[in-house]
């Protein structure tokens, strides 16, 4: 079993739909990172988070230590918004999941 | 402010080559970390150095060995190169250590043939 876990693994979805990325993990952590990767490979930090909630434009993440589970949403989906998703959880070293395949459709 | 930079972007090595990748933080940046991406394995932690000293170590054989120079720059070495280091190496940079935001470069493709 993968320390870090996501779901789903690949995600369809209409342009304006509300989208919910999913990462749990086993390990103690102390924090988790959000992470875009786009065709061609450039990653973009989207989030740090220890606690709570954080909020970034369309894009909110949130985590449950007690229940070591984290959440990206992103409200009112693009098309620009189509790429790789990827949640890793940070102990001494990130830890990363497998990561979700998001496609939003016009 | 400049943003991480890789070099080269692209690299074709045949077995048995060894082959060095390097990065250039963002200035004012102390840590450096690298990763290995490939479609079987996902995104892997290689190494982390911060004021020219590895702090961690990710689980990859001997034959991947880094360093970071007093200017920040880090650079990675994979001897004996295997078709299986056929991969993307990313590098990222963080002010502090990798409990920082960190900030990727686009990447190394290596392919090894």
């Known amino acids: 079993k993968n320390e870090v876990e996501q779901s789903p693994q690949n995600l369809t979805a209409q342009e304006g739909e509300f989208i919910t990325i999913n990462c749990s993990y086993s390990?103690?952590?102390?924090?988790l990172h959000w992470l875009q990767q786009h065709p061609g490979g450039g990653i973009v930090s989207l989030f740090m988070?220890?606690?709570g909630k954080k909020k970034h434009g369309r894009l909110i993440a949130t985590i449950n230590i007690q229940e070591k589970h984290s959440s990206l949403h992103i409200t009112a989906s693009h098309p620009r918004d189509s790429a790789v998703y990827i949640c890793?959880?940070?102990?001494?070293?990130?830890?990363f999941g497998t990561g979700t395949r998001l496609t939003i459709i016009p | 402010k400049a943003g991480v930079t890789q070099t080269p972007r692209y690299l074709i090595k045949t077995r048995g080559q060894q082959v060095t990748l390097s990065c250039s933080p963002i200035?004012?940046?102390?840590?450096v970390s690298w990763y290995q991406q490939t479609p079987g394995q996902g995104l892997q932690f290689l190494f982390e150095?911060?004021?020219?000293?590895?702090?961690n170590k990710g689980n990859f054989p001997g034959r991947f060995s880094g360093r970071q120079f007093s200017n920040s720059r880090s650079e990675m070495n994979v001897s004996t190169l295997e078709l299986g280091d056929s991969a993307l190496y990313l590098c990222?940079?963080?002010?502090?250590?990798?409990?920082?935001?960190?900030?990727f470069g686009p990447g190394t493709r290596l392919t090894v043939t």
């Open positions: 990222a940079s963080s002010l502090g250590t990798s409990t920082y935001e960190q900030y």
């Open positions: 390990v103690g952590i102390s924090a």
């Open positions: 988070l220890s606690s």
């Open positions: 890793a959880a940070l102990n001494e070293k990130l830890t």
């Open positions: 200035s004012g940046h102390r840590s």
């Open positions: 150095y911060f004021s020219e000293t590895q702090r």
